[in-house]
């Protein structure tokens, strides 16, 4: 299995950045897919997630109103847009597929990609 990110990079604060996660070796359209991230010195931090099927969405209160997932089953990616950008927001952010259920635990997820880095200045 691989998660592959990309999309990460330096914006200035209030910018927008689109990653995206190409997943292979796994049965995508039916994994419940995630974005975590994680700053310095910081655990790994939930910021959203989405239904195997796109039926529901779920996003922590920092991101909320800022931040959209998407997923595209038949390219076998998942999106996360990123507006508003905030310094706060800095962080290296991963992707994650989880067989069973979509919720903001990081032991839920089973498959993780290798991180893009997101740095947003002030």
């Known amino acids: 299995v691989q998660l592959v990110e990309s999309g990460g990079g330096l914006v200035q604060a209030g910018g927008s950045l689109r990653l995206s996660c190409a997943a292979s070796g796994l049965t995508f359209s039916v994994h419940n897919m995630g974005w975590f991230r994680q700053a310095p010195g910081k655990d790994r931090e939930f910021a959203a997630a989405?239904?195997?099927?796109?039926?529901?969405?779920n996003y922590a209160d920092p991101v909320k109103g800022r931040f959209t997932i998407s997923r595209d089953n038949a390219k076998n990616t998942v999106y996360l847009q990123m507006n508003s950008l905030k310094p706060e927001d800095t962080a290296i952010y991963y992707c994650?597929?989880?067989?069973?259920?979509?919720?903001?635990?990081?032991?839920?997820?089973?498959?993780w990609g290798q991180g893009t880095q997101v740095t947003v200045s002030s």
């Open positions: 994650a597929a989880a067989s069973l259920r979509m919720d903001t635990s990081v032991s839920t997820y089973q498959y």
């Open positions: 989405i239904h195997w099927a796109g039926r529901a969405t």
